[in-house]
């Protein structure tokens, strides 16, 4: 049974930096990409970035590039997304997902299979 937990999310200023953690559980991640999605107060869930687990390739939104870091740890089969220069408009919801595509990265909600619970971003201006 697959498990994505999330972690990381809280209160912070405008320009600040958070880190948000996806610890992954049940199965082996080599042929999944995983993703961060988010979704604001009467919005739709949006891409935020993605990695494949077994090349480390990256995809970015337009709206996150050159703030945003993804990253993985293989060893302990998490997840990172690093949150530099955060935005009131970063506010939101952020959600951890896993797709079964070896070697390349989606972005669409679809596409991804497993999903975590959610942790709150807030950041206040």
């Known amino acids: 049974q697959v498990q994505l937990v999330e972690s990381g999310g809280g209160l912070v200023q405008a320009g600040g930096s958070l880190r948000l953690s996806c610890a992954a559980s049940?199965?082996?991640?080599?042929?999944?990409?995983m993703g961060w999605f988010r979704q604001a107060p009467g919005k739709e869930r949006e891409f935020v970035a993605a990695?494949?687990?077994?090349?480390?390739?990256?995809y970015y939104a337009d709206s996150v590039k050159g703030r945003f870091t993804i990253s993985r740890d293989n060893a302990k089969n998490t997840v990172y997304l690093q949150m530099n220069s955060l935005k009131p408009e970063d506010t939101a919801v952020y959600y951890c997902?896993?797709?079964?595509?070896?070697?390349?990265?989606?972005?669409?909600?679809?596409?991804?299979?497993?999903w975590g619970q959610g942790t709150q971003v807030t950041v206040s201006s």
């Open positions: 990695i494949s687990w077994s090349s480390g390739n990256t």
């Open positions: 049940g199965r082996t991640f080599s042929s999944y990409a």
């Open positions: 997902a896993a797709a079964e595509v070896e070697g390349t990265v989606v972005s669409r909600p679809y596409e991804y299979g497993y």
